[in-house]
């Protein structure tokens, strides 16, 4: 039987992790948990659970999890979020992977927006790389971290049955900042990589996630939290060109 470590990073993650834990007892071997300082109960409550619990300074979802990772006794390893948890029939797909020859796992996730399953739109299908083998495999990335092999190979991978329910945001404003906050990451990585925007970037890309996601890919479906998704998701687009932008030229001026 193949063992898993399962390894999770947090920051302030109280109203999750507990679900999060819950869900892999009984399914995994070990459980790591990395904790970037939280200011709220997330510390206390993971130790109160069967967990081998570390904390450091927050270095960047990739590096943050490869150093986790570094903490586990087994080789297979099941990442997954503080804001995620194991559905019954998921969790039983696991233990029958664990029966077999190991192989790289992807999962699919289902989300959950303020309280509603969401099925459409611009964040379906969800399907994740998640069980993979540490010994020649890392995660790499600044912002969207992706799992990458040293043996330069491609990945051969399983997807497993059930869902890892996705509990993303609780509120529209939530929503919002976050999205303003990874839109700023993702400004700063153009910027150092020199790439450029245009004026005119702002609407033709902030019209265009909006159709995709509410028309195209039929996030109307959803009903008001398909819509909420899609005009916040334009709305970030928005600002995403409208700042980069700004920030780009103020660059070129200070080098004229």
């Known amino acids: 039987m193949t063992a898993i ?82 559905s019954v029939e998921l969790a039983e797909s696991i233990k029958q992977w664990k029966q077999h020859a190991p192989i790289n796992a992807t999962i699919k996730r289902k989300i959950i927006y303020c309280g509603k399953a969401i099925a459409f739109g611009d964040w379906n299908p969800d399907i994740k790389h998640r069980m993979y083998n540490k010994q020649h495999t890392k995660w790499h990335g600044t912002i969207h971290e992706v799992l990458v092999s040293d043996l330069n190979t491609e990945f051969k991978t399983q997807l497993l049955k059930g869902n ?8 529209l404003e939530e929503h919002k900042t976050q999205a303003l906050r990874f839109t700023n990451l993702m400004i700063d990585a153009k910027i150092k990589q020199k790439q450029r925007t245009y004026w005119i970037s702002r609407f033709l890309s902030s019209g265009l996630k909006w159709l995709k996601g509410y028309i195209l890919k039929a996030g109307f479906i959803d009903g008001r939290s398909g819509f909420h998704i899609a005009c916040i998701s334009a709305w970030a687009a928005y600002q995403k060109h409208k700042i980069w932008y700004k920030l780009q030229n103020q660059t070129l001026d200070k080098t004229l």
């Open 5 to 86: 470590s399962a390894v999770i990073i947090t920051f302030n993650e109280e109203r999750n992790i507990a679900r999060c834990i819950k869900s892999l007892q009984g399914v995994v071997d070990e459980i790591i948990v990395w904790d970037s300082f939280s200011t709220d109960a997330t510390p206390q409550i993971c130790k109160s659970f069967d967990v081998h619990f570390f904390q450091d300074t927050w270095k960047g979802y990739a590096e943050s999890k490869n150093a986790a990772v570094l903490k586990s006794t087994h080789d297979w390893i099941l990442s997954i979020d503080a804001d995620e948890a194991l």
């Open 164 to 171: 890892c329910l996705h509990y993303t945001y609780y509120t």
